[in-house]
């Protein structure tokens, strides 16, 4: 089955500098790849999401990039902003099931 | 719409003792799932339903979890007897099946203390 590693686990930030997540998956039939933002005591939202005949995908200050030759994809946070701090986590989903990494802890400092 | 609605909201019981978790799914869901999120942890799938039947059990402790969605709708989950490393927060889901991927829309949990 699909096996979804995360780095860091912790991250923490000056506002305004950018956030990287990197995500390693171990399926090469995984074809989605969702990222999830949980704040503390709160249900994970969808933020994010890009398929596998996507390389890039662009949403306002957020970015994902995949690269499926070598299994990983990574989340960038730009212009980061307190409102920002949360747990994040990404996800590869081989049809029909869904694998969550354990999670990344953003802080953005003010 | 409305959201994935789960209940209780919290559980605090004694090991051994059983409990049971409710989801309503978001109308028109065909897939449901049900993760248990250890705190500091990613979430983990425990079981994932199509319609009324089963996709994925494989992480489900079957000695002591159990789970149906009776008519593809409603879904419960059961811990009997409950461990105290069962304390976490589960968690619903349901998604639309569209193109053989699904996004995930999450409830709000039920979080389960076992003393």
């Known amino acids: 089955g699909e096996n979804v590693e995360q780095h860091p686990s912790t991250l923490s930030v000056q506002e305004g500098d950018s956030a990287v997540i990197k995500c390693t998956y171990s399926d090469s039939a995984s074809n989605y790849f969702p990222w999830y933002k949980q704040e503390l005591g709160k249900r994970p939202q969808l933020i994010i999401d890009i398929r596998s005949n996507v390389g890039e995908k662009k949403d306002q200050r957020i970015a994902v990039t995949l690269n499926k030759t070598a299994k990983h994809f990574s989340l960038h946070i730009t212009e980061t902003q307190p409102e920002d701090s949360a747990v994040y986590f990404c996800a590869a989903s081989s049809p029909p099931v869904i694998r969550f990494g354990a999670g990344t802890r953003l802080t953005v400092k003010p | 719409e409305a959201g994935v609605a789960q209940s209780p909201r919290y559980k605090i019981i004694e090991k051994r003792q059983s409990v049971a978790f409710w989801c309503n799914p978001i109308?028109?869901?065909?897939?449901l799932y049900w993760y248990q999120q250890i705190l500091g942890q990613g979430p983990k799938l425990l079981i994932q339903f199509q319609n009324n039947g089963v996709v994925d059990d494989s992480q489900l402790p079957k000695d002591r979890f159990s789970a149906e969605r009776l008519k593809g709708v409603d879904s419960t989950l059961k811990i009997q007897p409950a461990k105290l490393e069962d304390s976490a927060v589960y968690l619903c889901?349901?998604?639309?099946?569209?193109?053989?991927?699904?996004?995930?829309?999450f409830g709000q949990g039920t979080r389960l203390t076992v003393v």
């Open positions: 109308s028109g869901h065909a897939t």
């Open positions: 889901a349901s998604g639309p099946l569209v193109g053989g991927n699904t996004e995930a829309f």
